[in-house]
């Protein structure tokens, strides 16, 4: 069973950092990609960022582009979340994903497999 544990989310001002990480454990040696979703009170879970795990290939939600960064760490199988420049709209529970078994990476929430629990990042303005 593959557990995800992300960590890093707090209370920033606008124009402020974070870097959120996401561990994963279990059987992640064969996964495709990882992502990182948000989610703020009542509206739909939304693509962030994904990463291929072979190619090391990024994909950023046009919102966050030039904002915020996807990477990993192959070795520690921990993929990060650099947020940069922050602004009120990014306020929303922030969660990461995996995706196994070949295929395109995906930007919808119905193309990963295993999800985390969330972390909440909160931006004032």
């Known amino acids: 069973q593959v557990q995800l544990v992300e960590s890093g989310g707090g209370l920033v001002q606008a124009g402020g950092s974070l870097r959120l990480s996401c561990a994963a454990s279990?059987?992640?040696?064969?996964?495709?990609?990882m992502g990182w979703f948000r989610q703020a009170p009542g509206k739909e879970r939304e693509f962030v960022a994904a990463?291929?795990?072979?190619?090391?290939?990024?994909y950023h939600a046009r919102s966050v582009k030039g904002r915020f960064t996807i990477s990993r760490d192959n070795a520690k199988n921990t993929v990060y979340l650099q947020m940069n420049s922050l602004k009120p709209e990014d306020t929303a529970t922030y969660y990461c994903a995996v995706a196994y078994g070949p295929g395109s990476v995906s930007t919808a929430t119905s193309g990963y497999d295993y999800w985390g629990q969330g972390t909440q990042v909160t931006v004032s303005s």
């Open positions: 279990g059987h992640t040696f064969s996964s495709y990609a």
């Open positions: 990463i291929s795990w072979s190619s090391g290939s990024t």
